[in-house]
T-cell receptor
Framework: AQKITQTQPGMFVQEKEAVTLDCTYD???????LFWYKQPSSGEMIFLIY??????QNATEGRYSLNFQKARKSANLVISASQLGDSAMYFC?????????????FGRGTSLIVHP | DGGITQSPKYLFRKEGQNVTLSCEQN?????MYWYRQDPGQGLRLIYY???????QKGDIAEGYSVSREKKESFPLTVTSAQKNPTAFYLC?????????????FGNGTRLTVT
């Protein structure tokens, strides 16, 4: 079974509008971390935002916020006021316990295209 | 500036040859990782290392080998036993193996084997 599921292979959004990228996860570990990364066409992976399993409030970093719904095991990324430079692949990832360490696992990604 | 350097950016090899991908970091991070990325597959973990002289197999370690002789360096060898080696390879590091530690990535090496 997949640990991280991103059900939207591709998303389109108009510039200056908000967009939500979906991510659901599967773990029985009470301690885990959830991350979102951005991968532009150049290939580098850029860390955007983190949410810990014990955090009571949703994480925010500038225009990025993470809508964390623990009971539903979802960690959706919200990008407000989209910009053309937001066009990229977006990956959701989780660090959960495995063999005494917390190993990062990634979803298959969502391609976001921002239209002018 | 601190970061992770992967070299080369593009690598071409003939089938049957071993090839080594370089990964160097100056972030003083303890943990390092190798991922393979194929179109539509996301990132899959090949090997990881939490301290010098120790490393563990990830989900797709067959046909790959690594070493961790120095904290800064974590080279990946793609052996001739890897059945489908053409892919984009990403090296990453984190300050620890903790659940709240984000990964920092290099710019990747695109390997083509013909």
């Amino acid at each position: 079974a997949q640990k991280i599921t991103q059900t939207q292979p591709g998303m389109f959004v108009q510039e200056k509008e908000a967009v939500t990228l979906d991510c659901t996860y599967d773990t029985s570990d009470p301690s885990y971390g959830l991350f979102w990364y951005k991968q532009p066409s150049s290939g580098e992976m850029i860390f955007l935002i983190y949410q810990g399993s014990y955090d009571q409030q949703n994480a925010t970093e500038g225009r990025y916020s993470l809508n964390f719904q623990k009971a539903r095991k979802s960690a959706n990324l919200v990008i407000s006021a989209s910009q053309l430079g937001d066009s990229a692949m977006y990956f959701c990832a989780m660090r959960e316990g495995r063999g005494g360490s917390y190993i990062p696992t990634f979803g298959r990604g969502t391609s976001l295209i921002v239209h002018p | 500036d601190g970061g992770i350097t992967q070299s080369p950016k593009y690598l071409f090899r003939k089938e049957g040859q071993n090839v080594t991908l370089s990964c160097e970091q100056n972030l003083n991070h303890d943990a390092m990782y190798w991922y393979r990325q194929d179109p539509g597959q996301g990132l899959r973990l090949i090997y990881y290392s939490q301290i010098v002289n120790d490393f563990q197999k990830g989900d797709i370690a067959e046909g790959y080998s690594v070493s961790r002789e120095k904290k800064e360096s974590f080279p990946l060898t793609v052996t001739s036993a890897q059945k489908n080696p053409t892919a984009f390879y990403l090296c990453a590091s984190s300050w620890g193996p903790n659940y709240n530690s984000p990964l920092h990535f290099g710019n990747g090496t695109r390997l083509t084997v013909t």
